[in-house]
């Protein structure tokens, strides 16, 4: 029973997965981009970013992704990457950016040239920094990534993160990730604290829990020397 009930969660795993995938293709814009509402006209920069990281990951698991969406997706990121300026109008911020090209590190079609003006703005956020750090890593790039870990703090203030949806608890989870990318000592601190928000009272949004959830499982998987 117990091995027929999980192969049958199993199964209605991989077709939510697979509904998911069809219903996140139904967003995307023809310039490539993901709008946040169905039907809308313009297209989410967080929101791509989002749900094209969703896509990357459920490749990587062997899901099929719909026609063109992934070569249409990358294509409007490279071109977003590409005409980002700080503090451009609508545009989002600098964590925006640093998400964006860790996507299309992720896809394989980092953007160096863009990563690098992106490194060197005087005024890059503690949270930017994190995830730029993360997209170094990604393509091997480790002194980079490690310089820019170095300079980065552990301590996230609480403000609005606007259009990023983010959360301090957010934020920890992302930098968690880039610490486990990196093999930073002070993953197992950070792993500890999210734990512990996770089992609190406290609210958290679909876009904290999405994140803490997966990197708090992946640190507890990892194999201990």
Same mark, same amino acid.
């Given at each position: ?13 991989? %077709? ?11 967003? %995307? ?10 039907? *809308?006209?313009?297209? @989410? ?11 990357? *990951? ?18 409007? %990121?490279?071109?977003?990457? &590409? ?13 925006? %950016?640093?998400? &964006? ?5 992720? @896809? ?18 503690? *949270? ?31 403000? &609005?993160?606007?259009? @990023? ?20 000592? &002070? ?24 994140? @803490? ?13």
């Amino acid at each position: 029973d117990f091995c027929l009930s999980r192969g049958l969660g199993d199964v209605y795993k991989r %077709q939510n997965i697979e509904k998911g995938i069809k219903r996140l293709g139904n967003f %995307q814009r023809p310039n490539g981009g993901l709008s946040y509402w169905i039907g *809308e006209n313009y297209a @989410s920069d967080w929101g791509t970013s989002y749900a094209g990281h969703f896509m990357l *990951e459920a490749e990587k698991k062997g899901y099929v992704l719909p026609f063109s969406f992934k070569s249409n997706w990358v294509r409007y %990121q490279k071109e977003t990457a &590409r005409n980002w300026k700080p503090n451009y109008p609508n545009n989002g911020g600098d964590l925006n %950016q640093a998400y &964006r090209l860790y996507t299309l590190a992720l @896809s394989g079609s980092a953007d160096l040239g863009a990563m690098n003006r992106l490194r060197e703005y005087k005024a890059i956020s503690n *949270e930017a920094k994190w995830r730029l750090s993360a997209a170094y890593a990604l393509i091997g790039q480790k002194e980079a990534s490690q310089q820019l870990a170095n300079t980065a703090s552990v301590a996230f203030a609480n403000r &609005r993160y606007g259009s @990023s949806y983010g959360s301090i608890t957010r934020n920890k989870a992302m930098a968690l990730e880039t610490m486990l990318l990196i093999d930073d000592e &002070r993953s197992f601190e950070f792993a500890t604290s999210i734990a512990k928000d996770l089992s609190s009272n406290q609210w958290m949004s679909t876009q904290t829990t999405a994140y @803490s959830l997966p990197v708090s499982y992946t640190h507890l998987t990892l194999p201990t020397i």
